[in-house]
């Protein structure tokens, strides 16, 4: 982005409004920075800081915060995350905040996944075989029907894409990347859920090459 002297870009601080946690279980949460829908997080430094820190408390590593719970249920902490931009471009962005709720729950959901391939060429398709959510009853929460919601994420999306609403993956290059899938059902006072793969993307291009090169 070309900015004008004088003048700076107003970036947004992307995070979850409401999250859940489970009495004395930590959680870590990560924070992005966007401008017109580019991710510039690496270009910002970040704080936390809790409007009390009597239910709990909070750490961070640059963009990911984690919060550890006391063994008390509570709602409405609130958390400020400040971005700020690195000296570099201190002149380009301005500095910017974004609040979210923390609550403490006794309720946590549960989830349970499988992809098609854990090893896949760029290319070939890879997609969710199942994908299941169940409260702490046991029950199973119906994602079509809204009895929870689900997002998908690729830890690497130039290596491999995936739709956060649907799931639906795209191989890009070669690599490894971490799919995670987060079970939300904030309403109802439960604590999200997440399910975590690895998966190897494989250029067959690469090693085509190299076999015919050692022929």
Do not use: H
């Not at 401008?35 to 590593?61: M, P, Q, R």
């Not at 998908?152 to 795209?170: F, H, K, R």
């Not at 939300?184 to 998966?199: E, I, L, M, N, P």
């Amino acid at each position: 982005n070309v900015v004008t002297a004088g003048q700076k870009l107003q970036p947004t601080v992307v995070v979850s409004e409401n999250i859940s946690y489970q009495v004395g279980q930590a959680k870590s949460v990560t924070v992005s920075v966007k401008y017109d829908g580019n991710d510039i997080t690496d270009l910002f430094n970040f704080g936390y800081k809790l409007s009390t820190t009597e239910y709990g408390s909070v750490s961070s590593n640059a963009n990911v915060f984690t919060f550890t719970p006391g063994s008390t249920k509570y709602s409405g902490i609130i958390l400020t995350i400040t971005a700020t931009p690195i000296d570099a471009y201190a002149d380009q962005y301005y500095k910017v905040e974004k609040t979210c709720t923390l609550n403490i729950v006794d309720k946590a959901l549960a989830i349970e996944a499988e992809l098609s391939a854990t090893n896949v060429n760029i290319g070939e398709n890879i997609y969710f075989t199942s994908v299941t959510v169940k409260d702490n009853e046991g029950k199973i929460l119906s994602i079509d029907d809204g009895e929870c919601t689900v997002e998908y994420q690729s830890s690497a999306p130039s290596v491999l894409a995936i739709n956060a609403s649907t799931g639906v993956m795209t191989p890009l290059a070669e690599g490894e990347t971490t799919v995670k899938v987060i079970a939300r059902k904030d309403k109802d006072g439960y604590a999200s859920a997440s399910w975590t793969q690895t998966v190897t993307v494989i250029d067959p291009t690469v090693y085509k090459a190299a076999t015919k090169s050692g022929e």
